[in-house]
């Protein structure tokens, strides 16, 4: 078994933190903001590390027509910074990995919402049901 953890540093532990956050704001009464972000920590692993991750969305919804429609603006990572970084390697050799997650996009949608929503109608309790405990007489 020794073998097998030869080089192995326990120190570079392999473990990390990340949190994420989101808002939304009704900045009138037909126009909402939402916005979200991630951050992952920096994590070591044997012989390097991952660098910090972090990443922006925002959305800006107008209603239109009453609740009838609407139109929306998303943005994805709009300041690019959705980039995977690791270095790793040892006295000889160093490897540099950077990757983007090609996530910078930006989405328009128009909903229409047409007919009348369904009604719910409210449950009646029986009242001359004679079961005990929720459970329905014989």
Do not use: H
């Not at 943005?75 to 690791?86: A, C, E, K």
């Amino acid at each position: 078994m020794t073998a097998l953890l030869t080089g192995f540093d326990p120190r570079a532990c392999c473990v990390t933190w990340m949190s994420r956050v989101n808002a939304t704001s009704e900045l009138t009464k037909t126009l909402i903001l939402q916005a979200s972000y991630m951050y992952r920590a920096p994590m070591k692993i044997e012989r390097g590390r991952f660098d910090a991750q972090q990443m922006a969305n925002f959305a800006l919804r107008k209603k239109l027509n009453g609740d009838k429609s609407s139109v929306t603006l998303r943005v994805n990572d709009p300041f690019g910074t959705g980039v995977f970084r690791v270095r790793a390697g040892d006295d000889k050799v160093i490897q540099l990995t950077e990757r983007g997650m090609g996530a910078r996009t930006v989405f328009f949608a128009f909903q229409y919402n047409y007919g009348r929503p369904p009604r719910v109608r409210q449950v009646q309790p029986d009242q001359s049901s004679q079961g005990g405990a929720g459970f329905p007489p014989p």
